[in-house]
């Protein structure tokens, strides 16, 4: 793969409507799907998302990451060539609505997604979180990045969750929603019994008097899990805990009653491991 150089001088050129208004995050989280992209940011995350096999439709960058990204684009097979627009750092922060400091950013193509039921029908997928309504992209970001580190084989996300491949999800992520096979889970909590119907266990984490802790969990693990985690504030719906097959809690101290959705998801993820 090539660079194919294209100087920009002004920011309302057209060529670069991918780019505009990254930080509108309603504008974009309708926009970047239904044009079938996502913007990867960073050199750190388009390098992740070439290994992964994602192809860029063109890249954006100063002439100082150049060296950088033809690297990068040179070790991926094919002669294929990319449209890489070169700005100036005003430039790309007039184009982006904000400052551009941490390299390329790509737009890239977004691979289709796989049903649910063809994930969860891999027997090496034995143990898989579910992110209902998870609406902070930088939580998605957190928890698929804790998914990734503590062996989560898949994650599942449900039709109000917020988009794993938005720009924010994929920096706080380092790239890692590349590694984790995830897909959405439609109907819900409806898809619960094809969970169960694929062997699954579903665990909901929720505060409630009858639940079991974490630990109890954790000491007999059942041999397929599905851990489910709710949207910040209100947790999980009532109709996900009444579907699950039990529901678990995090023991906490000091008078806390509950973590932040990322930080009980790395919790859990930890505590289930292999």
């Known amino acids: 793969m090539r660079a194919d150089l294209r100087p920009v001088e002004d920011p309302t050129d057209e060529r670069l409507a991918d780019y505009v208004s990254l930080t509108d995050v309603a504008l974009r989280s309708r926009h970047e799907p239904a044009k079938g992209l996502y913007i990867a940011e960073s050199s750190t995350v388009l390098g992740r998302a070439l290994a992964a096999g994602h192809r860029p439709r063109s890249v954006l960058l100063a002439p100082r990451w150049l060296p950088d990204l033809e690297r990068m684009l040179a070790a991926v097979p094919g002669d294929d060539a990319v449209p890489v627009y070169v700005a100036a750092e005003d430039v790309l922060e007039a184009i982006t609505g904000f400052h551009v400091h941490r390299g390329a950013l790509a737009a890239m193509h977004r691979p ?11 027997p090496s997928v034995r ?8 609406v902070d992209h930088t939580n998605v970001g957190a928890a698929f990045r804790s998914a990734a580190a503590l062996g989560v084989d898949a994650v599942l996300v449900t039709p109000r969750c917020a988009d794993p491949l938005y720009r924010r999800s994929v920096r706080v992520s380092m790239g890692t929603v590349f590694q984790v096979p995830w897909t959405r889970i439609d109907p819900w909590p ?4 094809d969970l169960r119907a694929a062997g699954f266990v579903t665990a909901a984490l929720a505060l409630r008097d009858d639940a079991v802790t974490l630990d109890e969990l954790a000491a007999d693990p059942p041999d397929r899990l599905a851990l489910v985690l709710g949207a910040e504030g209100d947790g999980l719906k009532a109709a996900t805990i009444a579907q699950a ?3 678990v809690r995090i023991p906490m101290a000091s ?13 859990a993820f930890w505590a289930t491991r292999a």
């Open 245 to 247: 097959d039990v529901v």
């Open 112 to 122: 289709p997604l796989v049903p649910a039921a063809d994930l969860l029908a891999d």
């Open 190 to 193: 409806g898809g619960i019994d």
């Open 255 to 267: 008078g806390v009653d509950s973590l932040n959705v990322a930080a009980a998801a790395a919790v």
């Open 127 to 134: 143990r898989v979180a579910v992110l209902e309504d998870v």
